[in-house]
Nanobody, 124 residues
Framework: QLQLVESGGGLVQPGGSLTLSCTTS????????VGWFRQAPGKESEGVLC????????NYADSVEDRFTISRDNAKNTVYLQMSSLKPEDTAIYYC?????????????????WGQGTQVTVSS
């Protein structure tokens, strides 16, 4: 059974940093593409970043350009979302999702498995 568990969320001040982890089990991560999505209160879910099974990454949210980075450690079955220069508008529940193969997508409908999400709140 494929499982994804997000961790690392919390309360951070504007300008601060957080690193989210997506720890996977039940499948061989190296064969899967993983995306990070977020949903802010009252807004639709949006794709943030994706990292392909081949290692390449794609940014789907212009607002996080140069502030967020995605990486993966297949040996640890974990994908990371490194967030810096955080803004109040980054406040959301962050989810990771996985799909077999190498193709990245910013459409959540293309992913098979999802984690339960982790709350990130950016506030002074």
């Amino acid at each position: 059974q494929l499982q994804l568990v997000e961790s690392g969320g919390g309360l951070v001040q504007p300008g601060g940093s957080l690193t989210l982890s997506c720890t996977t089990s039940g499948f061989t991560l190296e064969h899967y593409t993983v995306g990070w999505f977020r949903q802010a209160p009252g807004k639709e879910s949006e794709g943030v970043l994706c990292i392909s099974s081949l290692g390449g990454s794609t940014n789907y949210a212009d607002s996080v350009e140069d502030r967020f980075t995605i990486s993966r450690d297949n040996a640890k079955n974990t994908v990371y979302l490194q967030m810096s220069s955080l803004k109040p508008e980054d406040t959301a529940i962050y989810y990771c999702a996985a799909v077999g193969g190498w193709y990245c997508s910013g459409d959540g409908g293309n992913y098979d498995s999802w984690g339960q999400g982790t709350q990130v709140t950016v506030s002074s």
